[in-house]
């Protein structure tokens, strides 16, 4: 069955980066855009952004934009995400997760991968 | 604040039809396919409404979802116990290009 197996969780001070792993099984990396979405302790959904596998282009929400970058490595068919000059309000869950349907703005997400806690604290 | 509006709780009794309703605006929910997630706490969202009213396998009959102009909703028929979660609405919204949710309604089943 479709799974994604995410990195652990992680303490980082402000201004550090961090980068979070997403190992998928199960489908074939490359046919499926990969999104990350994050959720604060107790909030909503925000989406981080989205990379095609297979074109290695990826595009990132707004609030994001210079401080996100997105890979895939085709070879361990591995996503990352890292996250860059961190401060407290990037405390988070952060979830990778696939995009299924065909066409760019007509997808849904599923599966999600388990989440990643990522905390930001001197 | 989220793009998409939504109620932040709900609430019914077994066996009652609960709606949820999820406001957007010309940019997204006007012109694009409106997804449902439902989460339980500590766990991972899931799919449970795709473009608008499509019910992704494993999903009971009692899901289902409608979309009009700039609104959406997803109702719970035969609403049960397991249905406790918080709910999420989502589309792609064209301005600024970027997938949006709305701030989730927390269902309570009495």
């Known amino acids: 069955q479709v799974q994604l197996l995410q990195s652990g969780a992680d303490m980082k001070k402000p201004g550090a980066s961090v980068q979070v792993s997403c190992r998928t099984s199960g489908y074939t990396f490359i046919d499926y855009y990969m999104h990350w979405v994050r959720q604060a302790p107790g909030q909503g959904l925000e989406w981080l952004g989205r990379l095609n596998p297979k074109s290695g282009y990826a595009d990132y929400g707004q609030n994001f934009q210079g401080r996100v970058t997105m890979t895939g490595d085709t070879s361990t068919n591995t996503a990352y995400m890292e996250l860059t000059s961190l401060t407290s309000d990037d405390t988070a869950v952060y979830y990778c997760v696939r995009g299924l349907g065909g066409g760019a703005i007509r997808q849904w997400f599923d599966p999600w991968g388990q989440g990643a806690l990522v905390t930001v604290s001197s | ?110």
């Open chain 2, 1 to 110: 604040q989220s793009v998409l509006t939504q109620p932040p709780s709900a609430s019914g009794t077994p066996g009652q039809r609960v709606i949820i309703s999820c406001s957007g605006t010309s940019s997204n929910i006007g012109i694009n396919m409106v997804n449902w997630y439902q989460q339980v706490p500590g766990t991972a969202p899931k799919v449970v409404i795709y473009r608008n009213d499509q019910r992704p396998s494993g999903i009971p009959e009692r899901f289902s979802g409608s979309k009009s102009g700039t609104s959406a909703s997803l109702v719970i028929s035969g609403l049960q116990s397991q249905d406790e979660a918080t709910y999420y609405c989502s589309v792609w919204d064209a301005s600024p290009n970027g997938w949006v949710f709305g701030g989730g309604t927390k269902l309570t089943v009495l």
